[in-house]
């Protein structure tokens, strides 16, 4: 919400969030000490983090993310799945990640579930070594790769 500072976003979707806990939750998301910045003074990641602080605020069962990786620089990027790991474990929420990027189910995902038509089919159900930050660059390269190819397969 642009018209708030990053404080008053956390309070904006909890009303009741002590200071105590948006400063929590702002480090948690690597934002320390920025409660007091407006959005347009944030870069794109760390837009992306106050969002991502934000919907933890309420502590959600379930969280759905839609190109969160969108037009951010691959070293944004790896942080940014890093601290989603972090988050996730600690929350232990049902993610559902839409996106374009193979990589992206690679990193972070037990299953990729690909989709293709209209109106959109399950066309692929892969599922992925668990738990996925585990595994090294050469095997996230690897899935990454066959997923790839497998939505390459079945979208001919």
């Known amino acids: 919400m642009p018209w708030l500072d990053a404080g008053q976003n956390l309070r904006a979707v909890a009303p009741a969030i002590r200071r105590e806990r948006i400063k929590q939750l702002l480090a948690s998301v690597n934002l320390a000490g920025q409660s007091g910045a407006f959005p ?3 870069t794109g990641g760390m837009q992306r983090r106050l969002a991502l602080a934000r919907a933890f605020c309420v502590n959600p069962g379930l969280l759905l993310l839609d190109e969160s990786f969108v037009s951010l620089d691959r070293t944004t990027v790896r942080e940014l799945q ?15 990640i839409a ?3 193979p990589e992206d189910a690679a990193q972070l995902a037990e ?8 109106p959109a089919r399950i066309v692929a159900d892969i599922p992925l070594p668990s738990p996925a930050h585990t595994s090294d660059a050469a095997t996230i390269l690897r899935l990454s790769e066959m997923i790839r190819a497998i ?6």
């Open 82 to 96: 890093a601290l989603f790991r972090a988050i996730f474990a600690a929350g232990n929420p049902t993610v559902v």
């Open 99 to 101: 996106s374009h990027d």
């Open 111 to 118: 299953r990729a579930v690909l989709l293709d038509g209209h």
């Open 151 to 156: 939505g390459s397969e079945v979208a001919q």
């Open 40 to 42: 347009h003074a944030l």
